[in-house]
């Protein structure tokens, strides 16, 4: 459904993402982790086409749509959420999701109900009334959730909705991410709370220092060497490995 | 589901008495200053549309009420073409205006006061030309010869002009209205709210925000053909002096940017008080500006949503007739 060919993105003369490819299957839960300043948001806004690569390509659904604006990729079924949320914070949750629903419905009325149903299917019913800006942090990542789930994409970037949530709210949103997967979206989720990335997605890229060092299921993953010592730094993976057979 | 609320209706319905009356009752001392203040409104209801609404503060909205009132007035003095098709060429030329300013501006990405300053950029050089050619009467201005009748577009009689400019305004604010309660402007609020979870959310902000400039640039222009015809004389600082471009941003902030009756509220009031001011202390030229200064900055202290903003706060909410979907 999605295929990204060897992406570079250079900032002045950092690299932000190296060469990097990943291919997303539909109907899964596929994850994108990787250390902190890995190119993992900057890959979401190449893919969302908020910034050109360098070079390399994208695809979707067959269809190369690297260079496309981006709200061009939003209308053939692609939207993307932001880590630093974007609240339209002077307007309820209500109209927060409306505006993500007017992509596929031209009536304001028609839009605003439509808010409605998705307001409650990511668990945001009582809340619907309610200012985007009074929301809690866990509030606003599920609004950004609905606001993109509105736009009836066929595929959703999720760009760490679950950072910052305690424990029963991850549980909560796992459960809802679940839930849209079911009803037949596409999702890609970048995502630091390894739990629920086990417990999600069948299937995982890691990135590092915007290069993709491993593909597999979480399960390998956290089990790979390069994978640990990405996270943990060199030689990690050998320490770890004492360590156990120590004791 | 917003509701209006008792202040609101106070404050609505004072307005329309104080019109209404003096369409029934034409008093000569309240007409030639109700008259200029709707004017100023129908431009201050136009830059609404992009800066209450869009979020894209213009300082230069007197380049489409100046373009609106050079074009009518030279087709008609130049060229000898019925005042009324002059001022529908006229609203043309303003929307073409608004919409070049616009297309460049948004292409290269300018936001907040980069699109201010171009707007005012673009105001001053049609200033400058306008003053510079003859063709524009130079930097004498345009005299229209008063011929009255309606074929001509020119009412001996002012209470006809005043219904004429009340019309227009309540025009411009049913374009409002219907910009409210659509889709375009839902778009647009999201464009003010977060440019950049518009874009993710599927919305084309270039697009939207050029047609909102344009929209706003054919009602602009609408309130320069009717200077023109109310005054019959345009020149250069009138026209497209900065004068204009404050005055078209001081009504809705004053009264309530975004909203569909901020602009009108906020500009009676302001012109109210310059008038007050100048029959106070008569003799001190550009007193009014200093006040309007005054007014401004204690509005965007104290009441950033403006006067009409205020309102909403006063008295139990009554249901409206149809709960729709407001602005804020
Ligand atoms: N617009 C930008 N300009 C310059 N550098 C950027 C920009 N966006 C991201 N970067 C840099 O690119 C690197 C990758 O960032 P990011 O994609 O946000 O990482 P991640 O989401 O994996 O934490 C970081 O070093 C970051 O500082
Ligand atoms: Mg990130």
Redesign the interface.
Known sequence: MLSVSNVTKRFGGLVAVSDASLKVDQGRIVALIGPNGAGKTTLFAII?G?VTPDSGRIQFEGRDITGM????I??LGL????QIV??????TVR?NI???A??RH???AE??ERAAIVGEQVGMGPLL?QPAQSLTVAGRKRLELA??L??EAKLLLLDEVMAGLIPSEITEIVATIRKIRDSGVTILLIEHVMQAVMSLSEEAYVLNQGRMIAHGTPAQLVADPTVIEAYLGHGAAERLKQESDNA | MKTTSFGEWVLYGGICAYLLTLLVMPSQLWLGFTINALIVAILSVAWNLLGGFGGQMSFGHAALFGTGAYVTAMLQVRWGINPWLAAVAAIVAATAVAGFIAALSFRYGLRGSYFALVTLAFAEVLRILASSFEISGGGQGILVPYKAGLANFQFADRSTTYALVLFLVVVAMLITLAVQRSRFGAYLIAIRENEEAAKALGIDTFRTKVLAMMLSGAIGGAAGVAYLQTYLFIDAPIAFGSTMSIEALLGPIIGGAGTVWGPLVGTLIIHGLGETAKHLVSGAPGLNLVLYGVVLMVILRYLPDGIVGLARRIGPRRAAPTAMPEDR
């Open positions: 969302g908020f604006p981006p709200h061009a939003c209308r939207t993307r959420t932001f974007q609240p339209f914070a002077g307007l109209e409306a505006i993500g007017h992509l031209r009536g304001r839009a605003l009334d606001r993109a509105a736009t």
